[in-house]
């Protein structure tokens, strides 16, 4: 069945692909952040995560979130609210469905984008999260195409950590809808942007959306782990993670100081390696790695190929 749905998806998947080519080669071309005079290690690969990987994440996803929201509101929702005195959860989700359908799409982004924080830091900070979420920061050098470079257990443990809370909650299936229409539409568009090798002025959003400064930020090698945010920097501003240097500066190397493969069947397997090492974002201290300002080995990789 998943190799069914993936064929039938082929048409979609090569529209997108060219109507970001025909988006961003241009504005990379019009405005770049860094001139590029070749094409850099891994450009490849990233064509097959954006047809391969993106579909696969999708079929993965869909399948993975129902079974999960079952399986909590089966397992751990319904008897816990059954314990609350006075509680009922079909009452609480009759409150949340009757709602004006626009503030629960709000309602809705928000929530999946404060989960979608938390399960980004700790994609950072756990080392077994890591390991797959690295295969993303590998990438030495940014533009639109290093956006698809994910790993299938990295995007759909995220995906699921944004959804999931939101089946729970018992949104109406018309707000529900629209708000992952939002995310799929618009935002799915716009994190190629954030990605891109392209010089952009948003200084005047920067505090209230993700912009591609901001995310660049996140990538960036020194200081590492900050701007988690999928779509809204507050949670970066109220958690600590909040980087935004003044005069609208940008990072000067981006990539990870553990080698990472840049060809797609490797970085698939790679989080499965047991002997890989994978702590280029735990403190120095802790790991004996080199300190951030140290060439990173992704770069490294980059040049020589």
Same mark, same amino acid.
């Given at each position: ?15 997108? &692909? ?5 988006? =961003? ?34 079929? !993965? ?38 709602? #004006?359908?626009?503030?629960? &799409? ?15 830091? %700790?994609?950072?900070?756990? *080392? ?10 590998? #990438? ?23 959804? &999931? ?34 010089? &952009?002025?948003?200084?005047? !959003?920067? #505090? ?15 200081? !590492? ?46 989080? =499965?390696?047991?002997?890989? *090492?994978? %702590? ?21 990789? %980059?040049? *020589?190929?």
């Amino acid at each position: 069945m998943g190799v069914e749905k993936f064929v039938q998806a082929i048409p979609a998947i090569v529209t997108t &692909v060219a109507i970001l080519a025909l988006i =961003f080669v241009p504005l990379e071309r019009l405005s770049p952040l860094r001139a590029k005079k070749h094409l850099r290690a891994g450009i490849f690969s990233d064509l097959g995560h954006l047809v391969v990987t993106s579909a696969l994440t999708g079929i !993965i996803v869909a399948g993975f979130t129902f079974l999960v929201g079952k399986v909590l509101d089966t397992v751990v929702v319904l008897p816990l609210a059954s314990l609350v005195p006075g509680f009922s959860i079909e009452g609480f989700r009759a409150g949340v469905a009757h709602q #004006p359908i626009w503030l629960q &799409v709000v309602e809705m982004l928000v929530l999946a984008d404060f989960f979608a924080y938390w399960l980004h830091r %700790s994609a950072h900070e756990l *080392r077994p999260l890591w390991r797959f979420h690295c295969v993303h920061h590998s #990438p030495a050098e940014l533009d639109w195409l290093a956006t698809p470079r994910l790993h299938p257990v990295d995007q759909a443990l995220k995906n699921t950590a944004k959804f &999931v809370p939101v089946y729970l909650c018992g949104f109406d299936p018309t707000a529900f809808g629209v708000g992952f229409g939002i995310i799929a539409a618009f935002l799915g568009y716009y994190v190629f942007l954030v990605h891109a090798n392209v010089r &952009v002025n948003l200084a005047w !959003i920067e #505090p209230l959306h993700i912009t591609p400064r901001f995310h660049h930020w996140h990538h960036a090698l020194d200081p !590492i782990n900050k701007n988690y945010a999928d779509q809204f920097p507050v949670w970066d501003i109220l958690f600590g993670s909040y980087h935004m240097p003044d005069g609208q500066k940008w990072p000067a190397a981006y990539g990870t100081h553990a080698p990472v493969p840049t060809n797609w069947f490797m970085q698939m397997v790679h989080p =499965f390696n047991p002997w890989a *090492r994978f %702590s280029w974002n735990m403190p120095q201290e802790e790991t004996g790695e080199p300190a951030a300002d140290t060439a990173p080995a992704s770069a490294a990789t %980059s040049s *020589r190929a």
